[in-house]
């Protein structure tokens, strides 16, 4: 019988269950809803790569909707489109996910249908094709100044570390790669065991057990593993000239929590204090005086680390001042701390927008799916901005203490000057 | 007319109009905790004097620059301390203020948003600043080819004053005063021709009665209506050094208000809705051209028109154009009928999913209020869609063959288009 857990705010419930080839299977099921949204989270990404093969985990992802044994990538686009389904899939550090939303009516179908993607054949002649897709992808970006940078601060903060692979790749990379490696590297990580089929909305869960116990006995586990470890990043600067810019872009990493660490709700509180993209310390001193066209603070996460980020995107000869603003304000936590209704303000923004994101299956089955693949845990909406209600004045104040001392990695890119 | 769906809920949509001409709209969707609304106004950048492009949206920013018992500061803090997140823009025709929130902080949301409106403070030492964000963002778009080539189609396609961008011109930004943003808000800013619209969890008849008490009083003569739009066939090239080149491409077809407007919709649905559309197929999944490829449907008042673009490797940007100009003309030789099964499966699905979002049906209302002057339901909507036919879509495409084209490149080089081959 699947695990049960209810949470008194809505009809919602949770549910869960392991087959016995290690497929785990978790819904949280809302009776009430129009739709229903199906995902397989794949524990795989760009970090689980060496560095002959980087960018496989991106390119397998494309080749995923070139066909299987039962259907040619003509028939999987067809069924995409005939199930109505708004479809996709993406690929980052630490995963790859496959998901679509479709009526309720058309459940089985859909896993039908995304099950056997996950078997694809990886012919030779698709592999040749699409690679070109993927160089189309990589000059797209390339042609965007922010991107490369970006790409490059990733490197030079993660030196050694696997998280320092790019997602897509480089030319390079994936001009050399063969579609028998990719074929090993399908074998290692998409083993059942690596793998977790999510379902939120209107689902039928017992339904979809015996299903996907069907569809996917002929899955065998792997022992594919991912190398944890902290990063060790020194402090520097990098500069780069991309000829074409009009604007300066500049990105800054520094160590921030992981998403096993319970401080990152403190540090994503923080983060919207300083820098949101409206009200923020950032807003009122770079951008809404017209100073800057963006001034931000981020958080990423990722399993054994993490980062506190800031981005600043303005004219090229005003790049030097507006960072020394910038630095300044992250720098500032003895003379202007933060105060009660700073904290309250962006607690009340975060959870607004968890609420009101929420009300589509949709996007909640990222936030079920992330949940449980990385933490092995369930958490309703209400709950989960309980984490950011309960950040208290002292923990986000220390935390902005903290930043001064900071190792800080940035990378800037604008035409020559 | 039944919608599938684990719920079968019937639509309440509502409009009242106001003595002073504006135009409440609703439709209830008790199911959520959300409520969305949107604010148009017809103050568009075919408004503004032909010397000052730019100057729709210097206003709008200025006016949210405090307003009411809002200071500058107090109109940020407010609608974080309530939760409600915004939107503003600025069309051709319309400036747009949408805000989506809880439903309990509804009414004190919309007290904000109204006092932008109606109660600007329009700080005269804030037009510096606002000038320079205006600068920087119309800069910015330089470093993003894809969304420049859009705007350069808008602009040659549509000229002046219907093809103004709303980032306006460096020199019409410069150009601006405060009395220009005071006299273009005094002008502009009208209830004839204004939509609120809301959609989501609330109650229709306190919704009117709240936007009576805030509303009613709003006064202001009707603006002289804009005339026809016209397009136009050109085709321009713009040096960039990048790896790609990108492609904007337009061609006639009829507008959303237009008896016909299904059955163009569906021809471009063939060709670019879903994976299995003809465009995705031909140019990517076949030949590896491209990432991005997309065909939709445009409206700018009574002009129709389909809206193109390819992103592409300079060395195969050639091939590009070509094969999607080969695919677009692909349509006089039929349509399969399992190509319309398909499209009529998504808009089915599109239409109980809209269901789960106030603030997608918030805009959407609006929008249809604008175009047609009624809010069609989705039976209505799922009714057309369902009696299209292979041969209404290729009579239709037949009888309106794609003319009157217009062609924007950004890139290292120039691409040959001859538009009499592709009458």
Redesign the interface.
């Known amino acids: 019988m699947p695990n049960s857990s209810k949470h008194n705010s809505s009809n919602l419930h949770f549910l869960n269950h392991t087959l016995d080839n290690g497929l785990e299977i978790i819904a949280e099921v809302n009776p009430e809803a129009f739709s229903l949204s199906l995902g397989y989270f794949v524990k795989t990404g760009s970090r689980d790569e060496t560095p002959d093969i980087a960018g496989v985990s991106h390119f397998l992802e494309h080749m995923m909707f070139k066909g299987t044994q039962r259907r040619s990538s003509v028939d999987v686009n067809r069924e995409l489109d005939e199930l109505g389904s708004q479809s996709n899939a993406y690929t980052s550090e630490e995963q790859t996910v496959y998901y679509i939303s479709i009526l309720p009516e058309n459940q089985l179908h859909a896993l039908d249908l995304l099950s056997d993607m996950m078997r694809p054949t990886l012919r030779e002649d698709d592999f040749v094709t699409e690679k070109q897709v993927i160089l189309e992808e990589i000059a797209m970006y390339d042609d965007q100044p922010p991107y490369g940078a970006m790409e490059r601060l990733s490197e030079e903060f993660f030196g050694s570390h696997p998280l320092a692979t790019r997602v897509l790749g480089t030319k390079e990379s994936v001009t050399d790669l063969s579609a028998q490696a990719m074929r090993e590297y399908h074998a290692a990580r998409y083993a059942p065991n690596n793998l977790c089929l999510v379902a939120t909305g209107a689902v039928d869960f017992d339904q979809l057990i015996r299903d996907a116990q069907r569809l996917t006995e002929h899955w065998s586990p792997s022992s594919s593993k991912r190398i944890l470890s902290l990063p060790k990043p020194s402090s520097k600067q990098i500069q780069l000239i991309h000829p074409p810019a009009t604007q300066q872009y500049t990105i800054e990493y520094a160590p921030g929590p992981g998403y096993l660490d319970e401080n990152r709700y403190v540090s994503r509180v923080l983060a919207t204090i300083l820098g949101d993209d409206s009200g923020s310390r950032l807003f009122w001193e770079l951008v809404d005086n017209g100073l800057a066209d963006t001034a931000v603070c981020f958080t990423s996460e990722f399993q054994d680390c993490g980062i506190f980020g800031a981005y600043l995107a303005c004219a090229p000869d005003q790049q030097i001042e507006n960072w020394g603003i910038l630095q300044k304000i992250l720098a500032d936590a003895k003379n202007s701390p933060i105060d009660e209704k700073e904290l309250e303000l962006a607690k009340n923004k975060i959870c607004a927008g968890l609420i009101l994101a929420s009300e589509r299956p949709s996007n909640r089955l990222f936030s079920v799916g992330n949940a449980w693949t990385i933490r092995h845990t369930y958490e309703p909406v209400g709950p989960a901005s309980d984490h950011y209600r309960n950040v208290t004045l002292d923990q986000v104040q220390h935390a902005f203490e903290q930043l001064s001392a900071r190792t800080r990695v940035s990378v800037s890119v604008g035409p020559e000057t | 007319m039944i919608l599938?769906?684990?719920?079968r809920v019937q639509q309440s949509v509502f409009h009242h109009k106001l003595p002073n001409g504006l135009t409440l709209l609703g439709e209830r969707m008790p199911?959520?905790?959300?409520a969305a609304f949107t604010l148009m106004f017809p103050s568009g950048t075919c408004r503004e004097p032909s010397h000052l492009p730019g100057l729709a949206g210097m206003t709008l920013e200025l006016a949210q620059r405090g307003a009411g018992p809002f200071s500058?500061?107090d109109v940020?803090?407010r609608l974080?301390?309530?939760?409600?997140?915004r939107s503003s823009s600025v069309s051709t025709f319309h400036t747009n203020v949408s805000m989506?929130?809880?439903a309990r902080v509804l009414y004190p949301t919309l007290e904000v948003a109204v006092a932008i409106l109606r109660e600007p403070h329009f700080p005269e030492d804030e037009l510096?600043?606002?000038?320079?964000?205006a600068?920087?963002?119309l800069?910015?778009i330089?470093?993003?080819?894809a969304q420049k080539c859009f705007k350069e189609l808008k602009h040659l396609r549509y000229g002046e004053p219907f093809g103004r961008s709303a980032l306006g011109t460096q020199e019409g930004i410069e150009a601006i005063t405060h009395r220009d943003c005071l006299e273009f808000h005094d002008r502009n800013t009208r209830p004839e021709g204004a939509v609120l619209s809301i959609a989501g969890n609330f109650d229709w008849d306190e919704w009117v009665k709240q936007a009576e008490k805030l509303l009613a009083s709003w006064s202001g003569h009707a603006c002289a209506e804009p005339g026809p739009v016209e397009s136009i066939s050109a085709k321009t090239h713009i040096q960039?050094?990048?790896?790609?080149t990108h492609i904007a491409l337009a061609y006639n077809s009829v507008p959303y208000s237009h008896p016909d407007y299904y059955r163009s919709r569906g021809v471009v649905g063939i060709l670019s809705?879903?994976?299995?559309?003809r465009l995705?197929?031909e140019v990517?999944?076949?030949?590896?051209?491209?990432?991005?490829i997309s065909a939709s449907s445009h409206s700018l008042k009574n002009c129709g028109s389909v809206l193109c673009y390819a992103?592409?490797?300079s060395a195969r940007a050639q091939e590009t154009l070509d094969v999607t100009l080969q695919t677009i003309r692909s349509i006089s030789d039929g349509i399969a009928p399992?190509e319309l099964?398909?499209?009529k499966?998504?808009?089915?699905?599109?239409l109980?999913?809209e269901?789960?979002?106030?603030n997608a049906r918030s805009s959407q209302i609006a929008y249809d209020w604008i175009h047609l002057g009624r809010i069609p339901s989705r039976a209505e909507v799922l009714a057309e869609i369902e009696q299209l036919t292979c041969e209404s879509l290729l009579d239709h495409f037949q009888q309106t063959p794609p003319s009157n084209w217009t062609l924007v490149t950004i890139g290292p080089s120039p691409l040959e288009f001859n538009e009499a081959s592709n009458a």
């Open positions: 599938q769906g684990p719920r199911w959520l905790e959300s500058s500061r940020v803090e974080d301390y309530l939760g409600a997140e989506a929130c809880m510096e600043e606002v000038r320079q964000s600068l920087l963002e800069a910015s330089e470093d993003d080819p960039h050094d990048s790896q790609q809705d879903g994976m299995s559309s995705f197929t990517r999944e076949k030949r590896g051209l491209v990432y991005a992103g592409t490797t399992d099964s398909r499209l499966s998504r808009v089915r699905t599109s109980v999913m269901q789960e979002s106030s």
